[in-house]
Structures are given as C-alpha cells and as structure tokens.
C-alpha cells in the first residue's frame, strides 16, 4: 500500500511517498503551490495519508478528493511512544514527527534528535519508548537576523562569511558568534545527553543540519526526510 505523508513548514511543504517503510519519493514545493499536491497526489495514488501542518489554514479538502485514508496529525493523535510533554497541545508536530523517526530508524534505542531550521530543536527519546521533552532555541538565520535588528549599526551577515574564532573583522566576529556558538550549544546538549542518560545516538535533521554535520564531533547522523519518515511511523501506527 503506498502512503502519503505531507510535513507543511514555516516556508514549504515537504511531500514523501512510502511503499511500506520505504521511502520512494520525495518532493519540496512552495506552501502555496496547491497544484503540485494534486498532481504528485494523481500519480503516485496512494491509498493513506498523514498531514502534519505548522498553521491551521491547509486545505484539507484538496487530499480528502483524492485519498480515502486520512490521518491529520495533532495532540490527540495516538504516538508509538508515551509522550512526557506537560503541554502536548503545544508541542510542534514537526518535533513529535522527528522522534518517531529517530523511533523506526533506531527502535529500543535511546536518541537525541536535533532539528536545524528555522530554530533549533533539540529532543530526547528513551529506550525507544518514551519521548522525554526537549528545547527550543533560535536557528542560524534567526540569530543573525535579531543581531541586525536590535542593534544599530550590526550588519545582516550570512553563513558565508567566515567564522573562525576569533573574528578579526566585525562580520567574520558575527559569523563565528553564531556558528561557533550554535556548534559549542550543540555539544553541549550532546555531552548533557551522554551524561545524563548514556545517549550515544545522535540524528540531525533540518534546512541546516548539513552545513553543520561536519562541524560537529562523531559520530551524527544526517537524515534530512527524518519528519517524513516519522510521518509514516505515526500513520502506521494508526492504521
């Protein structure tokens, strides 16, 4: 049975078909490309779907014409694993999604799962069976944005610019400010899960988790699709 899971972002949309566990395709299209879901939805013919949505506005009307299976992902939706969260309505379905991914792809495992995009996530699953909480700090673009915007005379630098500490000029000190600081944030994290709970699992996912991959210590795993994978667990878990 092919499946359809749908990871609407702050930016686009992130479409992933699934024949069982595997994944066989996967598209990015714009938030509002309405057209694009509908023909990938006519060719591919799946027989389910899961929709996981930052904002309330997705037509939902669009997927129930075309499939006849549909789960919409919120916090009444029954997860693999027992969820800790003290305010589940509250919790990003983006977030819940990663941690089942980390789930089918590690099951019994303990993992800590990091989501770089438009802010940082940081999340931990237990024993493969409990999802204990996480973080939430600002992404890459977001911190540079802020340092141009609530100062006067900081310029908006980007990711290009080099950031070896320490800087010798003031956009390379911002650049290393915000790449080495998310880099000395993240290892913290990881040497935290280490101590705390014998974390050795480590997947990172998001717009960014390739630009940082190499700056962090071994081992990681990038898996850019996790939230589609996840997606997919969820939905499987409801069938």
């Known amino acids: 049975m092919l499946k359809l899971t749908i990871d609407r972002g702050n930016s686009a949309t992130k479409i992933g078909f699934f024949d069982q566990s ?12 309405k057209e694009f879901i509908t023909t990938f939805i006519g060719t591919h013919q799946p027989e389910a779907a899961i929709i996981s949505s930052v904002a309330d506005d997705f037509d939902l009307g669009l997927i129930q014409k075309k499939v006849k299976n549909i789960v919409v992902l919120d916090h009444q939706t029954p997860l693999p694993f027992a ?26 495992k303990s993992v800590f799962v990091i989501d770089a995009g438009t802010a940082i996530t940081y999340d931990v699953l237990l024993g493969g069976n409990k999802y204990a909480g996480g973080d939430i700090s600002p992404g890459m673009a977001m911190r540079f944005k802020a340092l141009n915007t609530f100062t006067s005379r900081l310029p908006l630098v980007t990711k290009d610019e080099p ?53 962090l210590k071994k081992p990681i795993f990038v898996n850019q699709n996790l939230v589609l994978v996840g997606l997919n667990r969820i939905l499987e878990y409801n069938a």
């Open 163 to 215: 950031h070896q500490f320490p800087g010798k000029k003031t956009t390379h000190a911002i650049a290393s400010g915000v790449i080495n600081g998310m880099i000395f944030e993240i290892e913290g994290y990881r040497a935290f899960c280490k101590n705390n709970w014998d974390i050795d699992i480590t997947i990172l996912t998001g717009g960014d988790s390739d630009f940082f991959a190499g700056k």
């Open 83 to 108: 969820n800790m969260y003290h305010t589940p309505e509250t919790l990003g379905k983006d977030r819940i999604a990663a941690v089942a991914g980390a789930q089918q792809l590690y099951p019994q």
């Open 22 to 33: 595997k994944l066989v395709a996967v598209h990015s299209i714009p938030n509002d490309d």
